[in-house]
């Protein structure tokens, strides 16, 4: 069973701190890995991907990869209230097309 | 926002009727999916089909069934709608391939996700 971790929230920090959201997946031969943002009652909305070991930015947010340790993780620098959300980590292992994801975690910032 | 819509937005049934979801997109997408989200869940994979026609299961399949007769339509049906399936349903797309090794077009395989259907089983 592939599966994906994600650490058990809330997590909540004040603003303008850096939120640091991780993840664990048990698949080494994941190939991609995104992180979608999603607000109370809304719909999924993919914020980053990244699929080569290393960092990658983009604006106040970076993803970072490291295979060899089979982790993904999220920091968000200058956290706002509107980052307030739940934090979806998903997989691509190359396997029927599927991405699997973690049960994300919640992001609480406090003006 | 990719061009990705579900109706009903909202439903309210009655334990043991035939319920269906649709789910359209405009984006000529190859990939189609549904899942349910539950409360420590997470997302989870009911069925999805990669192609007019061609439909799979995900890991939670047992009481629905899909349908795709063109590209742009995805049909959930829950046969007998159970208590247990109360939920939110969404749908997702994506334009993703791997032919020959190399992934097509400027995407690795991410989902774009409709708004979502409340639906609850009395």
């Known amino acids: 069973q592939k599966e994906v971790e994600q650490n058990s929230g809330p997590l909540s920090v004040p603003e303008g701190a850096i939120a640091s959201l991780n993840c664990t997946y048990s698949d080494r031969g994941s190939q991609s890995f995104f992180w979608y943002r999603q607000y109370s009652g809304k719909s999924p909305e993919l914020i980053m991907f990244i699929y080569s070991n290393g960092d990658k930015e983009d604006g106040r947010f970076t993803a970072q990869l490291n295979k060899a340790s089979q982790y993904v993780s999220l920091l968000i620098r200058d956290s706002q209230p509107s980052d307030s959300a739940t934090y979806l980590c998903a997989v691509y292992t190359g396997a029927n097309s599927k991405l699997t994801f973690g049960k994300g975690i919640t992001l609480s910032v406090r003006p | 926002d990719a061009g990705i819509t579900q109706s009903p937005r909202h439903k309210v049934t009655e334990t043991g009727t035939p319920v269906t979801l649709r789910c359209h997109q405009t984006e000529n997408h190859r990939y189609m999916y549904w899942y349910r989200q539950d409360p420590g869940h997470g997302l989870r994979l009911i069925h999805y089909?990669?192609?007019?026609?061609?439909?799979d299961k995900g890991e939670v399949s047992d009481g629905y069934s899909v349908s795709r007769s063109k590209t742009e339509d995805f049909l959930l049906t829950l046969e007998s709608a159970t208590s247990s399936q109360t939920s939110v349903y969404f749908c997702a797309i994506s334009e993703r391939g791997q032919v020959g090794g190399k992934v097509r077009g400027s995407s690795y395989n991410e989902q774009f996700f409709g708004p979502g259907t409340r639906l609850t089983v009395l």
């Open positions: 089909s990669y192609g007019v026609k061609d439909t």
